[in-house]
């Protein structure tokens, strides 16, 4: 059974750093794309970024690109999702999901198949 679980996330000060761990079991990341995603209360979810299992390409939302940096550990069969500076716009429920198979992505890709169960991040002084 395809599944993701999310582990990570958590509460810092403006300015502070996180990590996002999605691992993945019942497939491997290096045929599928992951892209992450958040959803803010009130608002609509919105990609962050994705990461191409066709050519290791990446794309990020414009807020966060360097700040966020997706990367994957193929052995561990996990995506990552360094977040650094972040700002109190980020908080929100952050989420990984699959985008494609053997495909290029971008942070409008829909994802489709499985999802990660989510991880709050809170940015408060």
């Known amino acids: 059974q395809a599944q993701l679980v999310e582990s990570g996330g958590g509460s810092v000060q403006p300015g502070g750093s996180l990590r996002h761990s999605c691992q993945a079991s019942?497939?491997?990341?290096?045929?599928?794309?992951i892209g992450w995603f958040r959803q803010a209360p009130g608002k609509e979810r919105e990609g962050v970024s994705c990461?191409?299992?066709?050519?290791?390409?990446?794309d990020y939302l414009d807020s966060v690109a360097g700040r966020f940096t997706i990367s994957r550990h193929l052995a561990k069969n996990t995506v990552y999702l360094e977040m650094n500076s972040l700002k109190p716009e980020d908080p929100a429920v952050y989420y990984c999901?699959?985008?494609?198979?053997?495909?290029?992505?971008?942070?409008?890709?829909?994802?489709?198949?499985?999802w990660g169960q989510g991880t709050q991040v809170t940015v408060s002084s």
């Open positions: 999901a699959t985008v494609g198979f053997r495909s290029t992505c971008s942070i409008t890709t829909k994802a489709f198949g499985s």
């Open positions: 019942g497939f491997t990341v290096d045929y599928y794309s």
């Open positions: 990461l191409s299992s066709l050519d290791g390409s990446t």
